[in-house]
């Protein structure tokens, strides 16, 4: 429920102006709990006919300069580009760099960044060591949007689960893999904390609490297969058999043996402990039962 996202949360100065560079999944539920908290926020998408689309950006159109009009914060979640460029820095860093009052602007990044660590905690304060081609390209925007000298706050991101996106789904379609890696572990974040924690951070920002770059992740990394048994306890589905990684990883595509080929486990103590953030789902097993929940209410 959105107001489990802002009993924590200050609502943003009166007449603050939020631009959601990328309103999907992520992007819509920050818009959501940002108009909750009576913030004016505009969404982009690539198409108009895309739910929540209140302006269009891509790589062919050009945006009207009235979407920029008494902007305060700026939020992009659009992946880098295959060329490794980012497309909001590409096509809008002057207009960027004109706005009078900008007071935050938000990249939702990966920590992918980090590189495999062999299953070891990984924070803020550790050099970046990507080893994916797609993980090199989004440091590199990390530190484009970090060198244009604005007041940017990059979020680095886990695994994104939540309603409409977790183990319930792939269960529902019979397409769950109970791939057995031991000692593999992935950390996640709920989507709500995505969005709590953007708000949160936000205020801080303008209280002088401004890390560059803060890891928004939940606080028990696990194994894959503990999270599509609890997943499937709850929903009184059964499990297909576990299958060894070494034979999995024959027929995985390219993107999903690239998760399996990375370990580490994100350390979350500064957005958690030194700024004061509180999880509303701090583990897999309370965010799980909150899709549960929604998937009961859709059906
Ligand atoms: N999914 C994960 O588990 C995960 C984990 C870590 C980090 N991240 C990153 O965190 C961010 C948010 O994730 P998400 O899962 O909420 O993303 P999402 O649902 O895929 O949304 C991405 C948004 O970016 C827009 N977009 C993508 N390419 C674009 C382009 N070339 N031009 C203009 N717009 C473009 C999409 O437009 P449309 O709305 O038109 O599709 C969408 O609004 C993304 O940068 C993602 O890569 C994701």
């Keep these: 429920m959105i107001q489990d996202i802002v009993k924590q949360l200050e609502p943003l100065p009166s007449k603050s102006k939020l631009i959601i560079f990328g309103g999907g ?19 982009s998408r690539r198409q108009e006919d895309s739910k929540g689309a209140d302006f269009i950006f891509n790589a062919d159109n050009e945006i009207s300069k009235e979407i920029f009009d008494g902007a305060t914060h700026v939020l992009s979640c659009i992946p880098p580009l295959l060329s490794g460029e980012d497309l909001v820095l590409k096509k809008l860093k002057t207009q960027l760099l004109n706005l009078k009052n900008l007071k935050w602007v938000g990249y939702l990044s990966t920590t992918g960044v980090y590189g495999d660590k062999k299953g070891e905690w990984v924070n803020e304060k550790m050099s970046p060591n990507p080893q994916q081609e797609r993980s090199i390209r989004r440091l590199a925007c990390e530190k484009e949007w970090l060198e244009t000298k604005l007041p940017v706050q990059i979020l680095r991101l886990p695994g994104i689960y939540g309603p409409g996106r977790s183990a319930f789904e792939s269960l529902s379609k019979g397409t769950v893999k109970m791939v057995d890696k031991p000692g593999q572990v992935f950390s996640r974040v709920h989507v709500d904390d995505i969005a709590g924690a953007a708000f949160f951070l936000i205020n801080l920002y303008s209280e002088g609490k401004n890390p560059s770059v803060v890891n928004i992740a939940d606080n028990l990394p ?16 059964s499990l297909p058999s576990t ?5 999995a990883k024959k027929t995985m595509s390219p993107m999903a043996l690239s998760f399996w080929q990375e370990n580490r486990k994100v350390d979350n103590k500064l957005l958690c402990k030194t700024l ?3 999880l509303i789902y701090p583990d897999f ?3 799980l039962k909150n899709c549960f929940s929604k998937l009961k209410m859709n059906q």
């Design 25 to 43: 999944y992520s992007g819509q539920r920050i818009a959501s709990v940002g108009r909750y908290l009576g913030t004016n926020v505009v969404c």
């Design 222 to 237: 696990s194994n894959n297969l503990e999270v599509i048994a609890f997943a499937a306890k709850i929903a009184q589905k």
């Design 243 to 247: 299958i060894p990684f070494e034979i």
């Design 276 to 278: 004061g953030y509180s």
């Design 285 to 287: 097993k309370s965010g």
